[in-house]
């Protein structure tokens, strides 16, 4: 397993734009798919995008589809996820996750292997 942080996260109007950050521990970094999850008050946790362990696939929940954008940068153990756009559906504390060798399945929890503890995105009309 790897240890995930999170970064970036903020208030920010509707309209607006964050990126947030997850660093992982460890040396393995490159064999790990990496998702962002969110969970929004009162609602049970949804998948919002993944990225292939290799990078050559990646997967995005319809509603953030050409508004988010996932990235990795395998020599910083680091996955970002850019959001532009932000709507207050959008409010929600964001997870990543690894999934070790992960490259099909990728929207499903129960396949990630780690994951971070959150951080507050709060998006605001």
């Known amino acids: 397993q790897v240890q995930l942080v999170e970064s970036g996260g903020g208030s920010v109007q509707a309209g607006g734009s964050l990126r947030l950050s997850c660093v992982a521990s460890?040396?393995?970094?490159?064999?790990?798919?990496m998702g962002w999850f969110r969970q929004a008050p009162g609602k049970e946790r949804e998948f919002v995008v993944a990225?292939?362990?290799?990078?050559?696939?990646?997967t995005y929940a319809d509603p953030v589809k050409g508004r988010f954008t996932i990235s990795r940068d395998n020599a910083k153990n680091t996955v970002y996820l850019q959001m532009n756009s932000l709507k207050p559906e959008d409010t929600a504390v964001y997870y990543c996750?690894?999934?070790?060798?992960?490259?099909?399945?990728?929207?499903?929890?129960?396949?990630?292997?780690?994951w971070g503890q959150g951080t507050q995105v709060t998006v605001s009309s």
């Open positions: 460890g040396r393995t970094f490159s064999s790990y798919a």
């Open positions: 996750a690894a999934d070790w060798l992960g490259s099909s399945g990728l929207q499903r929890e129960q396949n990630y292997d780690s």
């Open positions: 990225v292939s362990w290799n990078g050559g696939r990646t």
